[in-house]
Every structure is written in structure tokens, then in C-alpha cells.
């Protein structure tokens, strides 16, 4: 209590002086956990992937049964259509290396309960129950570690499909009140929990679902030991009712930096996690790179979605996209990683980054300015400026300083169009240290020599 009070009083105060609320952000992790989250902080980049029997008719994952949009049976049926006939897991491991992703999450098992590996606690899985009659996640497991990505495995820890699992639909309920069913499926969880994490020992787990029980029905405290018991650097998110390492806000970008000091947004590309051959909502790599160097700039990452067909080609408008987002990283990698969260959009107009020593700022342009952009309150002196994957120097001025009082001036960067991205410039800035910003109200002129 006295800690969350805590927290309430520095918000009132940072909200009170008009302080950035990044400042506020909870960042008080061990030294052990700090070691385990290292490469997920620099990853930046991350592309989940959702594939399942729903790609065969390109209907809602789960939901579309749970919500009865379509009768359960009619959904289960698409197993039959599910072939991965075209599943070469290394061509989907080249594109999403080529895209700067740094790590790759596979579903492995969904809400409908259709296991995509070969599963001995339960019936249902890609290899008893689809004409695919083969595991799925292996090959993906070692196309992921051959191409040098960290493996992420999604896990769906609620299952309306099992038998001793208590709701099946909104409307359907199995049983309420029935511990020796509930003990079956807990322990049903931890066999195949145990399978994935013995055979593949992934280096992240994404879990999903459990808003419909409590951390003590879920052994919540038992599932992260029993991961760790062999596999101790995992790291785990925060859908396992407070047990996890980092947080997972879903679609919409935050508006303020979340107070844990590690997260990850993630965001479909259309608006479908799963293949929907209706769906061509498709956002423009322009605005998935703005989606994404607001991230940057809040020191998250985004794990960024794709849907594979039932067989197992990726959608063209998905490719391009990752091709793009390709392009744009490599070019600008400097920007990327390893950096971490910029300064307050008081002093810049914009996204914006830091390099790990803090003495150089990046600058995102997703738009094609006007006149030359500024920056205020830096109160550092610039060495030098200049286009990030270009390496061109620019002229800047610094506007508004005077002799007399120590509020620094305005700089201002000139940014040629002829030096623009396509999509987003990025403007590197070298200070003489560490970045220093004035947060103040302004000086009265009291004296003038």
C-alpha cells in the first residue's frame, strides 16, 4: 500500500511541474532479472506469428466459436483442411531475419486447443488430428536458432477445447466447483508445458488467456519454477497474473511510457492476428515504422505480427512489409540498437532515442519539415549533426542563448530534402556528454551586461 501510494504522489508531482512521465517509470528490478532481460531490451524488434487450423476458412482464432459466430463443430472441422503443405520454416526464418527482428513467437497452441507440435498429454494436435500429420513447432525451433534469433513460444494457458477445462463457449460452462476436474487440467498444462520446455528450451514464453482464472488456479508461482528448473534464463510476459517479466500492451500504441521498464507492444498488420483473406485493412509501412519508432522512443519494443495461409505461405502484403521494415533498420540500424528511450517530446516535437552512453541523440522525421527542426533545452553543446545511414554532416544554429543566464537556447537543424527518407529520416546529434535538459519555466532579464 505505502509503496503504490508512493507511486500516486510522484505522478501528482511529475503531472504537477509538467515533467515528462517516463521520469515516473518504475525501473527497479533485480540484478538477476536485469541479466535475463538484457537481449530482450536491445531486440527491438520481434515478429509473432499466428497459424492454425483457423487460416483453412481465415476465420477469428478461437474466438469465432467462443463468441458463436459459428457453431464449435463447424470451427473444429477446419482441421481437416489444414495441410502445411507449403510450410518451409527456413524462407519464413530468412524474410524475418532480413526484417532486423531480433526475435521470432510462434503459437503454439491457441485458445481452441489445437496443439501445433506432437503433444502426448492431449489428443489434439497439427499431427493426430490434421492431414499436416507432422510437428510444426520443431522445424521452426531450429530455423530460428540457425538464423541467430532468440525463439519465442506462445502459449495459450486456458484451453476451451478440453474436457476438464470449465467454460467452452461465452454461453457454455462445463462445470463450476469441480476441483479433481480443474486438478486434471492444471496438470494437463504442466505436461505440456513440460514438453515444450524439456524439447525446445525456448528463450521466451508468451502466455495468453489468463484472465479467467486466478495465479493460485493457474500455479502460476509452479509454472515459472517449473520453467526455470532447466531452462533458468527464460523470460516471461505478463499474462500469468503477475509472475511475468514484462509487460504487453496489445494494438494500441501507449500514450504515456508504461511504468514497467520492460514491454512490448504488440500489433497485427491489418486488423486480423490469424489469415483472413477478407481482411486487406492493411497500415502502410509508413505507419508501422511510425508504430515502431514510438516505441523506440519509449524504450519498447514491437512484436509485430503476421498470419500464414493454412499451407503455409506468408501473405504478399506481409512480406512487403517486412521487406520494408528490412530496408529501413538496416539502413538506420545505428538508431535502432542498441538505443534506448529519448528524451521528453517537451524538448522535441517528435520520436526520439538515446545511445547507451546517453551522449548521442536520434531524431525521427516522419514527416518532411517545413523549415529547420528544433530542439529546446539542450543544454549540452552540440559537436556535430548528421543523416543517419547517409553520414552527410548538417548545418545547425543555436538560437535564443544569452550570457546572462544559464537557460540554454534553441537548436535548430537543417534538413535537406535531398537527404530524406523515403518513409522516416532519422537525424543523429553527438553532445559533448551525457544529455543534460533544462525542465524549467524561463528567467526574467534582471540584468543585461
Same mark, same amino acid.
Request: hydrophobic share 40%.
Given at each position: 500500500m505505502k509503496k503504490k501510494l508512493m507511486w500516486m504522489c510522484l505522478a501528482v508531482m511529475a503531472l504537477s511541474l509538467n515533467l515528462p512521465t517516463q521520469a515516473i517509470a518504475k525501473e527497479k528490478v533485480s540484478k538477476k532479472t536485469e541479466r535475463r532481460m538484457e537481449w530482450f531490451s536491445q531486440a527491438k524488434l520481434g515478429v509473432f506469428i499466428h497459424w492454425g487450423i483457423y487460416a483453412v476458412n481465415g476465420v477469428s482464432e478461437s474466438w469465432?466459436?467462443?463468441n458463436k459466430y459459428l457453431p464449435y463443430e463447424e470451427y473444429m472441422k477446419q482441421a481437416?483442411?489444414?495441410?502445411?503443405?507449403?510450410?518451409?520454416? &527456413?524462407?519464413?526464418?530468412?524474410? =524475418?531475419? %532480413?526484417?532486423?527482428?531480433?526475435?521470432?513467437?510462434?503459437?503454439?497452441?491457441?485458445?481452441d486447443g489445437v496443439?501445433?507440435?506432437?503433444?502426448?498429454?492431449?489428443d489434439l494436435s497439427t499431427v493426430k488430428s490434421t492431414p499436416a500429420k507432422r510437428d510444426l513447432v520443431g522445424p521452426f525451433a531450429e530455423e530460428v536458432r540457425k538464423h541467430g534469433l532468440k525463439l519465442g513460444f506462445y502459449y495459450s494457458l486456458l484451453d476451451w477445447s478440453h474436457p476438464d477445462y470449465p467454460n467452452k463457449t461465452r454461453t457454455e460452462v462445463r462445470y463450476k466447483d469441480d476441483p479433481s476436474r480443474w486438478k486434471k487440467f492444471v496438470k494437463f498444462n504442466f505436461g505440456q508445458l513440460r514438453e515444450l520446455n524439456e524439447t525446445w528450451k525456448p528463450d521466451l514464453?508468451?502466455?495468453?488467456?489468463?484472465?479467467?482464472?486466478?495465479?493460485? &488456479?493457474?500455479?502460476?508461482?509452479? =509454472?515459472? %519454477?517449473?520453467?526455470?528448473?532447466?531452462n533458468p534464463n527464460v523470460i516471461v510476459n505478463s499474462r500469468i497474473q503477475g509472475y511475468g517479466d514484462y509487460a504487453t500492451p496489445e494494438q494500441g500504441v501507449p500514450i504515456v511510457r508504461p511504468e514497467d521498464k520492460y514491454w512490448e507492444l504488440c500489433m497485427t498488420m491489418n486488423d486480423s492476428w490469424g489469415f483472413q483473406p477478407t481482411d486487406h485493412n492493411y497500415k502502410t509501412p509508413y505507419m508501422l515504422l511510425c508504430t515502431?519508432?514510438?516505441?523506440?522512443?519509449?524504450?519498447?519494443?514491437?512484436?509485430?505480427?503476421?498470419?500464414?495461409?493454412e499451407d503455409g505461405t506468408i501473405p504478399e502484403e506481409q512480406v512487403a512489409i517486412l521487406k520494408e521494415f528490412g530496408r529501413w533498420i538496416n539502413k538506420h540500424k545505428e538508431a535502432v540498437y542498441p538505443t534506448r528511450a529519448g528524451i521528453s517530446r517537451i524538448h522535441f516535437q517528435g520520436y526520439s532515442t538515446l545511445n547507451q552512453a546517453g551522449d548521442i541523440l536520434y531524431l525521427y522525421l516522419p514527416y518532411r519539415p517545413n523549415g529547420p527542426i528544433e530542439v529546446k533545452g539542450l543544454e549540452n553543446t552540440v559537436k556535430r549533426a548528421w543523416v543517419v545511414g547517409n553520414g552527410t554532416e548538417l548545418s545547425f544554429k543555436v538560437h535564443n542563448k544569452k550570457t546572462w543566464n544559464?537557460?540554454?537556447?534553441?537548436?535548430?537543424?537543417?534538413?535537406?530534402?535531398?537527404?530524406?527518407?523515403?518513409?522516416i529520416t532519422v537525424i543523429g546529434i553527438q553532445l559533448d556528454g551525457p544529455v543534460r535538459l533544462y525542465e524549467g519555466e524561463g528567467q526574467v532579464i534582471s540584468n543585461n551586461e
Open positions: 469465432s466459436f467462443f481437416e483442411g489444414f495441410t502445411a503443405s507449403n510450410y518451409h520454416p &527456413a524462407e519464413w526464418l530468412d524474410l =524475418i531475419q %532480413k526484417s532486423g527482428a531480433r526475435y521470432a513467437v510462434l503459437t503454439t497452441k491457441h485458445h496443439a501445433l507440435w506432437d503433444t502426448k498429454v492431449g514464453y508468451w502466455f495468453d488467456g489468463d484472465w479467467e482464472q486466478s495465479a493460485k &488456479a493457474w500455479n502460476s508461482k509452479g =509454472i515459472i %519454477k517449473l520453467l526455470r528448473s532447466g515502431f519508432v514510438d516505441c523506440l522512443s519509449m524504450g519498447g519494443n514491437l512484436l509485430l505480427d503476421i498470419g500464414p495461409k544559464k537557460i540554454p537556447g534553441n537548436l535548430y537543424i537543417e534538413v535537406p530534402k535531398n537527404l530524406q527518407d523515403e518513409q
